[in-house]
Nanobody
Framework: QVQLVESGGGLVQPGGSLRLSCVASRSIFSIYAMGWYRQAPGKQRELVALISSGSSINYADSVKGRFTISTDNAKNTVYLQMNSLKPEDTAVYYC??????????WGQGTQVTVSS
């Protein structure tokens, strides 16, 4: 089992930056993939960024060049650095952990609002 706790969301103006954190209850070395997803009102949850097998990284086209996913293994933490934020980035952001054998685990989500 994996508990995930996200933090770092908030209100930011367009063009601003935020860094989201997701702390896992176990070593992320034991987790196959960790990702950030988001869900805007009235829309389906979508992948934002994914890191798997420790080094393979994928981003949604809409965030490439603006968002960066990274890990701190010593802190069991995955980060999402978000720069040049746009109003369309407004959503609840969720962290997900995927195991090789077992279910996926989700955090509770953190709200990101981009508005002037």
């Amino acid at each position: 089992q994996v508990q995930l706790v996200e933090s770092g969301g908030g209100l930011v103006q367009p063009g601003g930056s935020l860094r989201l954190s997701c702390v896992a209850s176990r070593s992320i070395f034991s987790i196959y993939a960790m990702g950030w997803y988001r869900q805007a009102p009235g829309k389906q949850r979508e992948l934002v960024a994914l890191i798997s097998s420790g080094s393979s990284i994928n981003y949604a086209d809409s965030v490439k060049g603006r968002f960066t996913i990274s890990t701190d293994n010593a802190k069991n933490t995955v980060y999402l650095q978000m720069n040049s934020l746009k109003p369309e980035d407004t959503a609840v952001y969720y962290c997900k952990a995927s195991l090789v054998f077992g279910p996926d685990y989700w955090g509770q989500g953190t709200q990101v609002t981009v508005s002037s």
